[in-house]
Structures are given as structure tokens and as C-alpha cells.
């Protein structure tokens, strides 16, 4: 094992130090939203859906936040070595047609769904207790397995670059995150993500830019000479080149790549909260930019510094020379650490260590919020205390919040000890998490989903799944272990059956026995909202108008003992809600809480959406990728109108996550500097 490039003051330094300043930061935010902006993130709605009030900037840049995995910077980077210019493309067009695909089901859960807090929630009104229980051990599942493989990664990360004990590692990095997210909720996390991506984004094109540049490198045309003259010859490449975009390697990892990050974003409460959380207008807005400018980070960052790290590793300037990095080294994605101190020096390295903890912390917050909502308000408030006030509510979120950072960190170790990489978590994790996304779409696109099908179909997407997985490992790899569960066939093969086998079997039980469902009983879910408060943000009015509106046959007086405010200071809503609940025997009665204005609104999205979503997998996957999987080796005029392209794409991204999150929030961000030059200037005086 080589010497450790930063010393473990440096890390335990950049971990601890981060952790305290964000915590600090989110204090001070915490309380100027509520002063200033009327935020209160002491109320449910505030901690867990932001008010749904976010705009277009934040939300974008929050959903870019959250997807800007340390795998798509630096995993990208060292598989790119491993494979060459292929692998970039295949993992940048692996991470946009998801998000577009939220974007449609985001803006339909506004329709239908406005006051849902996580996606679990409609599941329980459609199909009750038991649907409700198996897809929140399938999100769980989901959770568990893309923390854990993201706090192990950074772990290993920080391992190798510090010499920091793994337990150290697996431990302090979410222990930071648990303080600030704890503190300020969902909106606080956007306010996090907002500066995560800020720092991330202008440190990957620095490292990108002196990288290039550098001497040892020769900017583009000297890396494709480089690159082109490298002895390396890469097996399933066309001639074996990195040059290439003909690599059955990228290509297999690309397409299981693509099964586990479509589970990742749906199969996860949290990117459903984010478009809960954004405004109407802002929700497809947010998520389709963000899916335009993600493909910049595996794209710039993956093809620049992978492929650098090929042209330099058999010169004495590279950092271990003669002897290269090893397959284990490679796999926990220490290439990028390497290249970067062999040609930037120990700065870089610390750069690169403040990176992986803003890409870690990022995903891990936004996790930790969706988790702590699913134990909140689908297990405690629903099974163990229905009629929890707000506050108890929130306080059953803090928990949570605690409680997840604290089983992650267990489990991160768990894998570390168990010898699993990032590497095998890419094959095995959507196996186990794409049972539940047919299910869960046909919850709110298709009214003929019975309750059968949604509760069998994911259990036996589930176990063909695995078991195609697992008998193919073994057939392949001749025995099971570590190693042959992240062979690529059986990990493809097993993500194509979970995926696809539950829309069969939901199809099939669903036509057998055919009923439909009443989109109207979705308009039952309720705001939280504690009268007890008297601070309230949140509108009591639109508590009301979900569940009924008054006849013709009422009289003025049951109007005002229906909607009466005057209920004692200590009584929560919750009674009032049971109470027009039992009195809707009928719905018709039930009323959308929208005008008729922004439902037309939302429908003009929904169609946007959905045609963006067709062009993005025409283009990212059809056009993009296929044209280029064909037996040819870039050439260098090629190659540098490629790399000039990423770097111009990278910069469109730090402008649109980075700049128009500040011009889209210039007035709130003008109202927060007028209020507090206020309260200097009366406290002067």
C-alpha cells in the first residue's frame, strides 16, 4: 500500500472543520429565514417539503446537488482510466433521463397528490397498510444501499488519501451531516446543497483546467498524443485503444448504471420531496435544466482527468512510478487523488478532500431527510400515534435524522469489513431497488393498478431478480463471493428482470381481476398543520377546501361551524380534519385546492414535461451514444472539439446552479439584506 499523499491531521481537519462551519452556517440561516422570510423550520411542513414554496434556481440546484454523487466526479474519473473515453459519455447519459422522467411524475403528484409529503404516503391511501409496508422497506432498501455506498466510497477516499482509520471515516462524515440537517430541515438542505455545488463545481473545473494545462500534460492535443502513444491495451476495447467509444466494459457498466440510477431517483422519497417542496410553476423548470447541465461532471471531469492519469503513469512524474495503481486502488477510485498530486502537488489533494466531503454531505443530508420523513409520517404518525401534533411530529423527524446517520455510519463499516467497494454496490444495488419503480409510477399514471398487483409484483420482480443475479454469478464466477457479484452479465442481467418483470406481473394480476381507482381520494392528503402554534406559516384555509365543498343545502351557520377557527388554542387540526373526513361519505364533495388557473398550469407543464422526456432518451441514449459505438478511434481534431465541448458545458452548468439560483432568489435575498440593515440601523441607535 502506498504512503499516504495528506497527512490524518489534514483530514480529520477538513472533515471536522467542514462539519462545524455548515452547522454554524445553517444556524444562522435557520434563523434568518424565520425572522425575515417567515420560514419556521419548527414546523413539519418547513422541515420536510420546504412550505412548497422553493423556486426554479434552488430547486435545480438542489437536485443537481443531489445527483452530483462523489461517483460522478471522482468514481467517473478512475473508471475512465480503467476504460478509457468511453465510459464518460456512457455515465453522463446514465444520469439525465431520470431526472427528466421526476420531472414528469413530479408535476403529476402536483396534480394529483399537492399536499403528499413523501411518495409513500399515496401509496398508503391507495392500497393501504400492507402496500405501504413493502415499498417502504423497498425505499428504505434504496436508501440504505446509496448511503451506504456513497459514505463508504468517501470513506475509502479519505483512507486512502489521509491514512485516516476507515472507522474514523465511515463515522465522522455523516456525524457532521446529522448536526446541520437536523437543525434546519429540507429548505436548510437546499441552502447546503446551494454551497456544496458552489465550492464542488469551481474546484472540479480548476482541477480539470491545470490539469490540461499543465506541462506534463500539453493541453488537449499533447493529452490525445499521450493518451494515443500509452502502451496500455484495454480488453473489449475496438484495437484495445482508450480512444475509443467502442468499449463493451463502459457499455455493460453504462446500462446497469442506468437501471440503478432510474432506482435511485424514484425509488428515493427524497427527490420526490424536492418537487414537493418547489413551487408549482418551478417543479419541471428545475428538474429538466438540472438534467441538461448533470452530464457536465462525468463528462469534463471523468474524460480530462481519467485519461491524464493514463498519459503520465509511466513517466517518473507520476507520483509511484515505475509501479501503477492497483485493481482495489482503481475500484475505490483513487486515481484522481494520484493524478492530482503528481501534477497540481498536496494543494490539489487538499482541494480534492474538501470535494469529496461536499459531494458526500450533499447526498447524504437530502437521504437523511427523506428517511427521517418516512419514520416520522409513515410509521410513527401513521401507525404508532395518528394524531401527533406538528411539533411532535417534527420532533419524531429529529429522531429520525439522528437515527439514520448512526445506522449508516454502522452499515458503511459493515460493507467496508465485508470487502465491498463501490464497485460491486454498482451491480448489486439495482437488483434490490428497481422492483418497486413500475409499481410505484402506475400509483399515480395508471388508475387500473390494483391493490394485488401492487403488493405481489415488486416481492416477485424482487426474487426473480436476485435470482437471476445470483445464478448467474455463480455460473460465470464458479463459486459466490465479492468478486463474482460484481461481474457485469449477471449484474445486468439482474437489473433488466427487477426492473422489467414487475410491470408484467402488475400488468397481468391487475387485468385479471380489474378495478379503478378514484384519483379524487388523493386530494384526502392534508397539509400537517398544528393550531396549536400561533405562529403558523402555513395557510389553515386550504385544510378545508381539500375535503369538501358546501352545497347548495348549507346553511351560514354550518359553513362557519365547519370551517371555524375558533377551536381551543390546544386542539389540533387533526381533529377537525378526522371529523370532515367522516363527514365526506361521498366524494363528491372533494374539491382540488388549486384554482383552475394553476391546475391549467400544471397540465401545460405535464405535457412539457413529457415531451422533453422523449427528446432527452432520444438524444442522451439514441443519438448521443450509438452513432459513436462503432469500430473507430477518435481522432485529435475529434478529440479536441470533445474535451473543448465539456469544458464549455461544465461552465453552462456553474451558471445554472451557481448564478441563477442568486438571480432567481434576489428577492428574498434583498428582502433578508433590507430586514437585517434594518435591525443594525434601529440597533445602533
Not at 515505475?322 to 477510485?333: C, H, I, K, R, Y
Not at 452499515?411 to 451491480?427: D, E, I, R
Not at 393550531?531 to 395557510?539: E, F, H, I
Not at 383552475?596 to 412539457?608: A, D, G, S, V
Request: hydrophobic residues 50%; neutral net charge.
Amino acid at each position: 500500500m502506498a504512503n499516504a499523499l495528506l497527512s490524518q491531521a489534514t483530514g480529520y481537519g477538513v472533515i471536522c472543520g467542514l462539519s462545524v462551519l455548515f452547522c454554524i452556517l445553517i444556524l444562522v440561516a435557520v434563523r434568518v429565514q424565520k425572522r425575515y422570510l417567515s420560514e419556521d423550520s419548527e414546523q413539519s411542513e418547513m422541515f420536510m417539503v420546504a412550505n412548497r414554496s422553493v423556486g426554479t434556481g434552488l430547486t435545480c440546484s438542489a437536485v443537481f446537488s443531489s445527483w452530483m454523487w462523489i461517483n460522478e466526479s471522482v468514481i467517473c474519473a478512475a473508471y475512465t482510466y480503467k476504460w478509457g473515453i468511453a465510459l464518460p459519455v456512457w455515465w453522463a447519459s446514465g444520469l439525465s433521463f431520470q431526472i427528466a422522467l421526476m420531472a414528469v411524475l413530479g408535476i403529476v403528484a402536483k396534480l394529483r397528490v399537492p399536499y403528499a409529503h413523501t411518495s409513500m404516503e399515496f401509496i398508503r391511501k391507495r392500497y393501504g397498510g400492507y402496500a405501504h409496508g413493502i415499498f417502504i422497506v423497498l425505499n428504505l432498501i434504496n436508501n440504505i444501499f446509496g448511503c451506504g455506498a456513497m459514505i463508504l466510497a468517501g470513506a475509502q477516499l479519505v483512507t486512502g488519501i489521509t491514512g485516516m482509520h476507515v472507522i474514523a471515516s465511515c463515522v465522522l462524515i455523516p456525524a457532521g451531516v446529522v448536526l446541520y440537517t437536523a437543525v434546519g430541515g429540507l429548505k436548510a438542505t437546499f441552502l447546503t446543497d446551494f454551497l456544496h455545488t458552489t465550492i464542488a463545481l469551481i474546484l472540479l473545473i480548476y482541477f480539470s483546467i491545470a490539469v490540461l494545462t499543465h506541462e506534463q500534460i500539453g493541453g488537449v492535443s499533447g493529452l490525445y498524443d499521450k493518451v494515443k502513444a500509452s502502451p496500455d491495451y484495454i480488453e473489449g476495447n475496438f484495437m484495445g485503444s482508450l480512444l475509443t467509444f467502442k468499449s463493451r466494459s463502459s457499455i455493460l457498466f453504462g446500462l446497469v448504471l442506468k437501471f440503478g440510477n432510474l432506482a435511485l431517483v424514484l425509488m428515493d422519497t427524497a427527490f420526490w420531496q424536492k418537487s414537493f417542496a418547489s413551487d408549482v410553476r418551478s417543479t419541471v423548470p428545475a428538474y429538466d435544466l438540472a438534467s441538461v447541465v448533470i452530464l457536465a461532471v462525468p463528462w469534463c471531469t471523468g474524460t480530462i482527468i481519467g485519461l491524464s492519469a493514463r498519459a503520465i503513469e509511466h513517466t517518473p512524474v507520476w507520483l509511484l512510478y515505475p509501479a501503477t495503481l492497483t485493481e482495489t486502488q482503481v475500484n475505490s477510485g483513487l486515481v484522481m487523488p494520484y493524478a492530482l498530486e503528481s501534477l497540481l502537488g498536496n494543494g490539489a489533494t487538499a482541494g480534492l478532500l474538501v470535494l469529496i466531503f461536499m459531494a458526500i454531505t450533499s447526498t447524504v443530508s437530502s437521504s437523511m431527510i427523506a428517511v427521517s420523513s418516512i419514520i416520522s409520517l409513515d410509521f410513527y404518525r401513521t401507525y404508532i400515534n395518528p394524531t401527533a401534533s406538528d411539533r411532535k411530529t417534527l420532533q419524531v423527524s429529529h429522531l429520525g435524522v439522528v437515527f439514520h446517520g448512526t445506522f449508516m455510519a454502522g452499515f458503511a463499516l459493515m460493507l467496508n469489513y465485508a470487502g465491498a467497494t463501490n464497485n460491486w454496490s454498482t451491480y448489486f444495488r439495482p437488483v434490490v431497488a428497481c422492483p418497486g419503480i413500475f409499481p410505484l409510477a402506475f400509483t399515480l399514471l395508471w388508475s387500473r393498478q390494483t391493490k394485488l398487483a401492487a403488493i405481489v409484483s415488486p416481492i416477485l420482480g424482487l426474487v426473480c431478480g436476485l435470482t437471476t443475479w445470483l445464478s448467474l454469478s455463480y455460473h460465470y464466477g464458479g463459486a459466490l463471493n465479492i468478486q463474482t457479484t460484481q461481474l457485469q452479465l449477471p449484474g445486468l442481467y439482474g437489473s433488466i428482470v427487477s426492473f422489467f418483470s414487475p410491470a408484467l406481473f402488475s400488468v397481468i394480476i391487475s387485468l385479471a381481476k380489474p378495478s379503478q381507482f378514484d384519483w379524487r381520494v388523493f386530494l384526502q392528503i392534508d397539509l400537517i398543520e398544528d393550531k396549536s402554534l400561533a405562529n403558523s406559516t402555513v395557510p389553515s384555509s386550504k385544510t378545508s377546501q381539500i375535503f369538501t365543498t358546501p352545497t347548495p343545502d348549507d346553511t351560514d351557520s354550518e359553513k362557519k361551524q365547519a370551517l371555524s377557527n375558533d377551536r381551543p388554542a390546544e386542539l389540533p387540526v387533526f381533529d377537525a380534519i378526522a371529523q370532515h373526513n367522516a363527514a365526506a361519505a361521498s366524494l363528491d364533495g372533494v374539491v382540488h385546492p388549486f384554482d383552475e388557473q394553476t391546475i391549467r398550469t400544471i397540465k401545460w407543464w405535464l405535457k412539457f414535461a413529457s415531451i422533453y422526456f422523449v427528446i432527452n432518451v432520444v438524444v442522451t441514449i439514441v443519438l448521443w451514444l450509438l452513432p459513436l459505438s462503432r469500430d473507430w478511434i477518435a481522432t485529435k481534431s475529434f478529440f479536441g472539439g470533445w474535451v473543448s465541448v465539456a469544458i464549455i458545458w461544465h461552465f453552462f452548468a456553474m451558471s445554472a446552479v451557481i448564478v441563477y439560483p442568486v438571480w432567481d432568489g434576489r428577492n428574498a435575498i434583498m428582502k433578508t439584506i433590507g430586514g437585517i440593515a434594518g435591525d443594525l440601523g434601529r440597533s445602533r441607535k
